[in-house]
Nanobody, 128 residues
Framework: QVQLVESGGGSVQAGGSLTLSCETS????????MGWFRQAPGKEREGVAA??????????SYLDSVRGRFTISVDNSKRIVYLQMSSLKPEDTAMYYC???????????????????WGQGTQVTVSS
């Protein structure tokens, strides 16, 4: 049924750019919340960016350390969510996951509060 598939990861040098894609199948993002998370080895998973839509208005939220460098967006079909990343730093190295919730709303940290669907992840490696 509903699946999320990430793509676009890879290895880049510090200062470079990458765009990650999360393609949905079996679901169109009209209302709800889509987010990007990342987890580096030995570290806790953290929310990177999220976009929420309550049926009328869209809201975006970013991790402080990526704000101004990363941009989350949804294509016109509302079936693909992008994470545009620029000025990448070695500390951005992590496995990046796409997650979705059919219920809209952020938690106190600015992440989707009810993510139930997850992609398989795509690796981003930033070298010095």
């Amino acid at each position: 049924q509903v699946q999320l598939v990430e793509s676009g990861g890879g290895s880049v040098q510090a200062g470079g750019s990458l765009t990650l894609s999360c393609e949905t199948s079996g679901w169109t993002f009209t209302t709800g919340c889509m987010g990007w998370f990342r987890q580096a080895p030995g570290k806790e998973r953290e929310g990177v960016a999220a976009i929420d839509h309550d049926g009328t208005t869209s809201y975006k939220s970013y991790l402080d350390s990526v704000r101004g460098r990363f941009t989350i967006s949804v294509d016109n079909s509302k079936r693909i969510v992008y994470l545009q990343m620029s000025s990448l730093k070695p500390e951005d190295t992590a496995m990046y996951y796409c997650a979705a919730s059919k219920t809209y709303g952020f938690d106190i940290r600015g992440s989707c509060r009810a993510s139930t669907l997850w992609g398989q992840g795509t690796q981003v490696t930033v070298s010095s």
